[in-house]
T-cell receptor, first 110, second 117 residues
């Protein structure tokens, strides 16, 4: 059964600090790993998409890494802002079949 | 700008009633998906379509149906609503990967919060 596990489940950090979210996946078939940001009451919005041959991809203050050998990915957020408060969802799969993690709930405080 | 819209945003219905949730996209995407999101679960795939007249069951399809009569719309019907179908429903669309492309961007609607009482 395809699975995507994320840790931690929730995280509170001070504004301006960095943080790293983790994702372990067991997905087949697999061609890409995605990170989405989901604000409360909204649909997920794509942050990064990496193919199995890519190791890292950045989108502004968000940097995702992928180790296809160990089936692990991480999302690093630099210099966090209050607007980063959201759920971050790791997703693995193919162009048309995706398996979603349950997300990490991030709260950025003053 | 192209977009994907869901309606209604909120709905309360009674057990046993038939309910249809609308999804409309102007991306001209071939692929459309319906997911449900519940606490403690990642988004779970209900039904999906790769084009007009094509529909497929996802992992949690029991009690749901879809039809695809045009590119833009994929309505989701709950045949006889049950309390277990209380959830937030998301529609998404993506283009077909061509030319060896291993991924295509998926765009999500704002969600429909459905409560079955």
């Amino acid at each position: 059964k395809n699975q995507v596990e994320q840790s931690p489940q929730s995280l509170i950090i001070l504004e301006g600090k960095n943080c790293t979210l983790q994702c372990n996946y067991t997905v087949s078939p697999f061609s890409n790993l995605r990170w989405y940001k989901q604000d409360t009451g909204r649909g997920p919005v794509s942050l990064t998409i990496m193919t199995f041959s890519e190791n890292t991809k950045s989108n502004g203050r968000y940097t995702a890494t992928l180790d296809a050998d160990t089936k692990q990915s991480s999302l690093h957020i630099t210099a966090s802002q209050l607007s980063d408060s959201a759920s971050y969802i790791c997703v693995g799969g193919t162009a048309s079949k995706l398996t979603f993690g349950t997300g990490t709930r991030l709260q950025v405080t003053l | 700008d192209a977009e994907i819209t869901q309606s209604p945003r909120h709905k309360i219905t009674e057990t046993g009633r038939q309910v249809t949730l609308a999804c409309h996209q102007t991306w001209n995407h071939n692929n459309m998906f319906w997911y449900r999101q519940d606490l403690g679960h990642g988004l779970r795939l209900i039904h999906y379509s790769y084009g007009v007249q094509d529909t497929n069951k996802g992992e949690v399809s029991d009690g749901y149906s879809v039809s695809r009569s045009n590119t833009e719309d994929l309505p989701l019907t709950l045949e006889s609503a049950a309390s277990s179908q209380t959830s937030v429903y998301f529609c998404a669309s993506s283009d077909t990967g061509t030319g060896g492309k291993l991924y295509t961007e998926a765009f999500f609607g704002q969600g429909t919060r459905l409560t079955v009482v």
